[in-house]
């Protein structure tokens, strides 16, 4: 059976100071009444041999998780609480050894479940390309034709330049590469965007983790194992899941197997991830202001306040991100939005 996996986890410190731990975007209705994490559960239900998603998430989220899901009709297989964020590597590989000890034949389709996908048939159509891959112990992911040298995805690499809705076997995956390299690449024709979506059996995927990241599976195991169900949630248990590294999955297992496929995917796709995301997706001619915002002779730039308490004025600005809340206010050049993560963890640091 194929089981969705939903991840929720992710801080998404690099919206800050707008998405707090508290305020994820994926839990939020954007455009009508449906929320991003709704339309990732939804994405494959009622498919024939699907089964109900797992979703991976935090203890703050769990009520939020469930009641959305409940509202839109579906039954989870089962939520895991991490106890802490460890990124998406401990995260996918807790899923896996989850769903294996129950099925050791699971496939697993993992998904963010902050982001944008409208044309669902579009989707199940690259996931069916990918199904005989998936069960033939191949590690598939889905690829989106680049416009622009974006450094916050990754990138695969292609043999031949990429054919709709075919698997392809992949030469290279490139995690979040610096901008020349990503100009390079965007130059070259043969490369695609990691759409974060993959799809593999559960046996496939542990197999990776043996292979590349080693360190990670006892830790991650003893935490499954030892596991306790608490009001229809299964809480990892602390103490195994603390020694985990905090690392993703692409960082972890994709940059370095070497049994991955591509699909590539010509439907509608979005990340709105970070800043600079916010800004393309809602800039006018250049600018995009949100809120008791005034601007004049300013280009290329995101002006977003968030209190009608703080009028936000810009002058002669040109690809500047200003982003002003009660207590914090983020002032960046458009180019540098991812980041704002690691600005975000050194103010954390320091208390
Ligand atoms: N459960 C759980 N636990 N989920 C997590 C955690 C965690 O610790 N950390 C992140 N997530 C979730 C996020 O909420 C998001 O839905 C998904 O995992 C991906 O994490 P991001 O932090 O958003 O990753 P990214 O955007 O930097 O990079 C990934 O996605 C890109 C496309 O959007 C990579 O796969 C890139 O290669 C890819 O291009
Ligand atoms: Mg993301």
Redesign the pocket.
């Given at each position: 059976e194929l089981h969705p996996i939903l991840?929720?986890?992710?801080?998404?410190t690099?919206l800050w100071p707008l998405s707090r731990k508290s305020f994820?975007k994926?839990f939020v209705p954007l455009t009508g009444e449906t929320t991003l994490f709704q339309a990732a559960a939804a994405r494959m239900a009622g498919t024939p041999g699907v089964a109900a998603p797992v979703v991976?998430?935090?203890s703050d989220f769990r009520f939020i998780v469930t009641e959305q899901l409940a509202h839109a009709g579906i039954d989870p297989g089962a939520v895991l609480i991490?106890p802490s964020?460890?990124?998406?590597a401990?995260?996918i590989l807790a899923a896996a050894l989850q769903l294996l000890a129950s099925d050791p034949g699971a496939l697993m389709l993992v998904m963010?479940?902050?982001?944008e996908i409208p044309d669902r048939e579009a989707f199940r159509a690259a996931v069916a390309a990918g199904m005989p891959q998936a069960q033939a112990g191949r590690i598939v992911t889905f690829g989106i034709r680049p416009d622009r040298p974006e450094t916050?995805?990754?990138w695969l690499e292609l043999s031949a330049l990429p054919e709709s809705g075919r698997a392809q076997p992949l030469v290279r995956f490139v995690?979040?590469p610096c901008a020349e390299r990503a100009a390079a690449m965007l130059a070259e024709g043969r490369y695609l965007?990691?759409?974060?979506i993959f799809l593999m059996s559960a046996a496939a995927l542990k197999a990776a983790f043996e292979a590349h990241a080693p360190e990670l599976l006892a830790p991650v195991a003893e935490a499954v194992r030892e596991a306790r169900a608490d009001l229809g949630f299964l809480r990892l248990a602390a103490g195994p899941w603390e020694k985990a590294r905090d690392i993703?999955?692409?960082f972890a297992v994709?940059e370095r197997a070497d049994n991955l496929d591509v699909v590539p995917f010509d439907g509608a796709w979005s990340?709105l991830?970070d800043w600079n995301a916010v800004w393309r997706a809602a800039e006018v001619q250049g600018l995009a202001t949100h809120g008791a915002v005034t601007t004049m002779d300013c280009s290329g730039s995101l002006i977003w306040s968030e209190t009608e308490a703080m009028h936000v004025m810009g002058i002669g600005l040109s690809d500047t991100v200003v982003v002003a809340m009660p207590d914090a206010v983020l002032v960046a050049d458009r180019s540098r939005t991812q980041e704002v993560k690691e600005a975000v963890a050194a103010l954390k640091q320091r208390g």
């Open positions: 991840l929720c986890g992710g801080s998404g690099r994820p994926q991976v998430t935090n991490e964020p460890r990124n998406t401990p995260a963010p479940t902050d982001h916050g995805y990754g995690e979040k965007w990691n759409a974060g993703s999955v692409d994709m990340d991830g």
